[in-house]
């Protein structure tokens, strides 16, 4: 994984990222670190589930400004990709919707909200577009709900699972020196 990570030097030397300037060569950014990396995979887990756009440069400038691990926090966005990014946000939708207290069905509701009369009166309801439209403001509210509190329980989770696997990895290896101490 270190040799596809691009080292300080090639990041210092790179026409595109020289105007950042020193921000982008903290030494926190870069170094493997416990609490450095599970900060990176949680911002970029938060990203990758809440922002369907732009993940990466928005991920990359939280780890910058947190001064959590960068490639980590760039490459966990990759969480949400063509192959998972349905079941997500269906989960999402229907985790929304269950916070609201929506009644949740097999599929997305038909009629548009109240407060959306004014978009009702620019596009026809009969039109393809005006039922698209219309379905979409009504997942609109639980979709987003559902895509916070999931972006959050799965950063908070990556967090904590990798301060655990990173603290049992450490207490195993401590441990398998003492041994090998105590046996010559």
Do not use: K
């Amino acid at each position: 994984m270190r040799r596809l990570i691009p080292t300080r030097e090639s990041i210092r030397h790179n026409r595109w990222l020289h105007w950042l300037g020193p921000a982008l060569h903290h030494p926190r950014l870069w170094h493997l670190s416990r609490r450095g990396l599970a900060m990176g995979v949680a911002i970029g887990i938060f990203f990758g589930v809440l922002i369907p756009i732009a993940q990466i440069p928005l991920s990359a400038a939280a780890a910058v400004v947190l001064r959590a691990n960068l490639p980590g926090a760039v490459a966990s966005t990759l969480v949400t990709n063509p192959a998972t990014f349905g079941p997500i946000y269906y989960a999402a939708w229907r985790l929304g919707s269950a916070l609201i207290g929506e009644p949740v069905t097999g599929q997305a509701p038909q009629e548009m909200p109240e407060a959306d009369v004014e978009i009702e009166a620019v596009v026809a309801r009969e039109s393809w577009l005006g039922r698209a439209i219309g379905r979409l403001m009504a997942i609109g509210r639980p979709l987003l709900l559902g895509l916070t509190v999931l972006a959050a329980a799965s950063g908070l989770a990556a967090y904590a699972l990798i301060s655990w696997v990173w603290a049992v990895r450490v207490r195993m290896r401590r441990r398998n020196r003492m041994r090998r101490r105590t046996q010559t």
